[in-house]
């Protein structure tokens, strides 16, 4: 079968597309039939050898996919052949087809086409669980909350589901059409990403007091500047670092202003602990799959790719400019 093939550490713009084995279905598998894969940030650090798992080569790349189900382990009882999956697995997701543990499968909603569905398990799950979980930032009604990098896929997810939390929402993007972009998303607000200005710009929109959360893809100064719109006890939780800057964090400001900095892995969930959390995430993915069918949240995909160009959605993904989901279709 066609798939991306990594042997050595490389740059996203030189892959290519080769041939390899379809991989075997273990009696708690599924084997898929892959119509949509994402791309990501993140994966375009794994495939350089700057991310924190370090696969052994040779490896496929790639951690979602949505497709039918094509075969079904024999030890498998949730799914049938046909059934349309969602699935998040640690590698092997850039292929025509995919093999994941059942325990990582979740079905797409009937409203949700293929490509839109693979939002679910690469921005949506993890900014679900950012806003909601007791132990991060659980944003609650009348509160306020800041989101950087408002018009990707991180932070559109955020803009719509921390609007259901009945937040007020300050989207911070670089341009005219991303800020446009979050508030057709849910933002109530929208400014500009200058650091020098933000400070007083959230200031201006909080009567002086402060945000409740961050949440930041983005990292960098930006990050640093958030600490100081918190109000005391405010919470931030870094969900990546698109600037390429991993901020150092002066423990003073936590310490005077009584401020929580949240961590999430969401691997660690889905993949280390996936026997430990199954019955959490697949809770998730029901409250995402029901918002979806009622229209409470809309997956965008901006940009498609087939295999043979995923080079090119990478470079879409790391462009600074771009808005929305990026994914790569089996189309030939």
């Known amino acids: 079968m066609r798939a991306i093939i990594i042997d050595r550490w490389t740059r996203p ?47 496929v790349p790639g951690n979602t996919v949505a497709g039918e189900v ?14 349309r999956v969602l699935a998040s697995m640690e590698l092997g997701a850039l292929a025509e087809q995919a093999v994941t543990t059942e325990a990582n499968c979740y079905a797409i909603p009937p409203n949700l086409g293929f490509a839109e569905a693979t939002a679910l398990n690469t921005s949506y799950n ?19 909350l800041l989101v950087h990098g408002a018009a990707g896929g991180v ?40 650091v020098a ?9 909080t009567t002086g007091e402060g945000v409740d959360a961050v949440l930041d893809p983005v990292g960098g100064a930006l990050f640093s500047e958030s600490l100081r719109c918190l109000k005391p006890e405010g919470r931030i939780l870094p969900i990546g670092f698109a600037s390429g800057e991993i901020p150092q964090i ?14 999430l892995y969401m691997g660690y969930y889905k993949i280390d602990q996936r026997d430990r959390y199954e019955a959490q995430m697949r809770e998730l993915f029901g409250t995402l799959g029901r918002w979806c069918e009622e229209g409470l949240i809309r997956p965008a995909v901006t940009a498609r790719f087939p295999l043979e160009r995923t080079p090119e959605a990478f470079a879409a993904v790391l462009d600074r400019n771009h808005i929305g989901h990026v994914v790569v279709t089996m189309e030939r």
């Open 155 to 194: 932070g559109t997810a955020a803009c719509e589901i921390g609007r259901l939390r009945g937040a007020t929402i300050i989207a911070c993007a670089s341009t005219e059409a991303k800020r446009a972009w979050a508030l057709k998303h849910g933002a109530h607000h929208a400014i500009g990403a200058d």
């Open 13 to 59: 713009e030189e892959l290519r597309v080769g041939e390899v084995a379809r991989p075997a279905c273990g009696p708690h598998e599924l084997r898929i039939a892959v119509h949509a894969a994402a791309v990501s940030y993140a994966l375009s650090l794994l495939i350089q050898g700057r991310y924190q798992r370090k696969p052994a080569f040779p490896f």
């Open 250 to 263: 002066p423990a003073n400001i936590l310490l005077v202003k009584n401020i929580t900095v949240c961590g």
């Open 126 to 144: 993890s900014v679900y669980a950012a806003l909601v979980w007791p132990h991060l930032l659980a944003v609650q009604p009348g509160q306020s």
């Open 197 to 205: 200005l933000l400070r007083d710009r959230v200031r201006a929109l």
């Open 70 to 83: 094509v075969e079904v382990g024999s030890a498998a009882r949730r799914f049938r052949v046909g059934d």
